[in-house]
Nanobody
């Protein structure tokens, strides 16, 4: 069974940086995508932040984070990292990683409803 565990969240001042990690296990195939999503408050929708297509290595970003966030994989550690720079108060949210088929990270970030395995989330708070 696929398992995902996020880490790296915390409190940071505006303009600062954080690196989130998503440790994964249990994949039966190399053809999958890992996405990062965030939820600003309970009851609000989950916004796609970035995704990484493990099959072809392509990555996609939401317009709101382009140029500030970078997604990468550490194959040896089975982790996908999200480096977040120049953080803004509006980046404050619970961040989740999730997996899906590669079709949901092909021409952009697929909808969160198509991602089927989720981590428990890690809170990111950016103070002004």
């Amino acid at each position: 069974e696929v398992q995902l565990v996020e880490s790296g969240g915390g409190l940071v001042q505006a303009g600062g940086s954080l690196r989130l990690s998503c440790a994964s296990s249990g994949f039966a195939t190399d053809d999958y995508a890992i996405g990062w999503f965030r939820q600003a408050a309970p009851g609000k929708g989950r916004e796609g932040v970035s995704c990484l297509n493990n099959k072809d290595g392509s990555a996609f970003y939401a317009n709101s984070v382009k140029g500030r966030f970078t997604i990468s994989s550490d194959i040896a550690k089975n982790t996908v990292n999200l480096q977040m720079n120049s953080l803004k108060p509006e980046d404050t949210a619970e961040y989740y990683c999730a997996t899906s088929s590669v079709e949901n990270c092909f021409a952009g970030i697929g909808p969160y409803e198509e991602y089927d395995h989720w981590g428990q989330g890690t809170q990111v708070t950016v103070s002004s």
